[in-house]
């Protein structure tokens, strides 16, 4: 963790007038609000260019026009669920009605750890009954039990979403590090003087303002993939495509990523399941199609997920920027020349790099 004690304090003087949409409020492409840095500058010089460009900006350049979608604590699941769906969303947050206030945060990760507790409270009930219970049984209980379940109950259920608002006075880098490493918190609630919220910035929403603004800093946005720390410190997670879809899912929140690599027999890359493809399964099958096949779970419920996307350690972070952005996805799986995967690099791992790291 570094400290940012040589930046300007957060204050109102670090708020730049909005500017005309998109997503994140900046100017077009080719319109940046810094002039664009010679690509030979020494690396310390493009280091420091770039920390004075993010101080341009704070938490209120990612605030839009748009009405916080949000749920009441005494929704049912389902209902929830589907508003996910519908609204193709990954989270949204929770009022808690006699408070008339936000308490919390529910996205697909919570229904994740919420539907493999409930698989995994099978082999207990089969233990106290000393009988093994037929799935199907099995499974008409645990439909029953989550379609009267208020959504209140779920809240940060996987432990990834506690409720953290920022005033929109915030400086950007400071917002970079909450999104990064250290703290990684997947999206974080945009609020005035008043606590209303005003927001809901992803950090896929940084992800496309790093991808737009690296065009003005050639040399950082050609940094390789081998050149980022955070990839390579941990061996890419991954299930095999014939295993049921509930150990994917499964793998999920035991090991505390967003997602995990689909491997054939042979180790190479056929797929990936990430915790919004539980968004493909629903009613019925909810629980039914998680004792599926990962290949026939992703073929029945998202098959673009068996379209899985890569780069080597050779790519360019910039690629991977725009493979992010342009596929809308959370992590890009490294590949070596027999399409092995090697690890992954995520929102966060990128947003670490350049909240004034590169490291």
Same mark, same amino acid.
């Given at each position: 963790?570094?400290?940012?004690?040589?930046?300007?304090?957060?204050?109102?003087?670090?708020?730049?007038?909005?500017?005309?949409?998109?997503?994140?409020?900046?100017?077009?492409?080719?319109?940046?609000?810094?002039?664009?840095?010679?690509?030979?500058?020494?690396?310390?010089?493009?280091?420091?260019?770039?920390?004075?460009?993010?101080?341009?900006?704070?938490?209120?350049?990612?605030?839009?026009?748009?009405?916080?979608?949000?749920?009441?604590?005494?929704?049912?699941?389902?209902?929830?669920?589907?508003?996910?769906?519908?609204?193709?969303?990954?989270?949204?947050?929770?009022?808690?009605?006699?408070?008339?206030?936000?308490?919390?945060?529910?996205?697909?990760?919570?229904?994740?750890?919420?539907?493999?507790?409930?698989?995994?409270?099978?082999?207990?009930?089969?233990?106290?009954?000393?009988?093994?219970?037929?799935?199907?049984?099995?499974?008409?209980?645990?439909?029953?039990?989550?379609?009267?379940?208020?959504?209140?109950?779920?809240?940060?259920?996987?432990?990834?979403?506690?409720?953290?608002?920022?005033?929109?006075?915030?400086?950007?880098?400071?917002?970079?590090?909450?999104?990064?490493?250290?703290?990684?918190? /997947? *999206? #974080?609630?945009?609020?005035?003087?008043?606590? +209303?919220? &005003?927001?809901?910035? %992803?950090?896929?929403?940084? @992800?496309? !303002?790093?991808?737009?603004?690296?065009?003005?800093?050639?040399?950082?946005?050609?940094?390789?993939?081998?050149?980022?720390?955070?990839?390579?410190?941990?061996?890419?997670?991954?299930?095999?495509?014939?295993?049921?879809?509930?150990?994917?899912?499964?793998?999920?929140?035991?090991?505390?990523?967003?997602?995990?690599?689909?491997?054939?027999?042979?180790?190479?890359?056929?797929?990936?399941?990430?915790?919004?493809?539980?968004?493909?399964?629903?009613?019925?099958?909810?629980?039914?199609?998680?004792?599926?096949?990962?290949?026939?779970?992703?073929?029945?419920?998202?098959?673009?997920?068996?379209?899985?996307?890569?780069?080597?350690?050779?790519?360019?972070?910039?690629?991977?920027?725009?493979?992010?952005?342009?596929?809308?996805? /959370? *992590? #890009?799986?490294?590949?070596?020349?027999?399409? +092995?995967? &090697?690890?992954?690099? %995520?929102?966060?791992?990128? @947003?670490? !790099?350049?909240?004034?790291?590169?490291?």
């Amino acid at each position: 963790t570094h400290s940012h004690s040589s930046h300007a304090p957060a204050s109102a003087s670090l708020v730049v007038p909005l500017a005309t949409p998109p997503e994140y409020l900046l100017p077009p492409v080719g319109q940046h609000l810094a002039a664009p840095f010679s690509p030979l500058l020494s690396k310390s010089a493009m280091a420091s260019a770039w920390e004075t460009f993010l101080c341009k900006f704070s938490s209120e350049n990612f605030v839009g026009s748009d009405e916080v979608v949000s749920v009441d604590g005494t929704d049912h699941c389902p209902a929830v669920l589907q508003k996910l769906i519908d609204c193709q969303i990954q989270a949204v947050p929770v009022r808690d009605t006699e408070k008339n206030e936000f308490v919390g945060m529910v996205d697909v990760l919570d229904f994740v750890a919420t539907v493999v507790m409930m698989n995994n409270a099978k082999e207990f009930i089969d233990t106290l009954a000393h009988k093994q219970i037929p799935w199907k049984e099995f499974f008409e209980q645990e439909k029953h039990v989550f379609a009267e379940q208020e959504v209140l109950e779920m809240c940060n259920a996987s432990e990834r979403n506690p409720w953290c608002p920022v005033h929109v006075s915030v400086p950007l880098h400071s917002l970079m590090d909450m999104f990064g490493n250290d703290v990684n918190l /997947h *999206r #974080v609630p945009i609020t005035n003087d008043d606590g +209303k919220v &005003l927001a809901i910035v %992803s950090q896929s929403k940084i @992800i496309a !303002f790093l991808r737009r603004e690296l065009v003005a800093f050639e040399s950082l946005g050609q940094r390789l993939v081998k050149e980022c720390k955070s990839f390579g410190e941990a061996a890419a997670v991954s299930v095999n495509e014939n295993e049921p879809a509930f150990e994917g899912f499964a793998a999920i929140i035991r090991n505390n990523v967003a997602g995990v690599a689909v491997v054939n027999d042979a180790g190479e890359l056929v797929g990936a399941l990430s915790g919004s493809d539980i968004k493909g399964t629903f009613g019925d099958g909810l629980f039914a199609d998680l004792r599926l096949p990962v290949k026939e779970y992703l073929l029945k419920t998202h098959a673009n997920s068996l379209k899985p996307v890569s780069c080597t350690v050779d790519a360019s972070l910039q690629t991977v920027l725009a493979q992010l952005d342009d596929h809308h996805i /959370h *992590r #890009v799986f490294v590949v070596d020349a027999a399409n +092995k995967p &090697l690890g992954a690099l %995520s929102l966060c791992d990128l @947003i670490s !790099f350049f909240s004034l790291h590169f490291k």
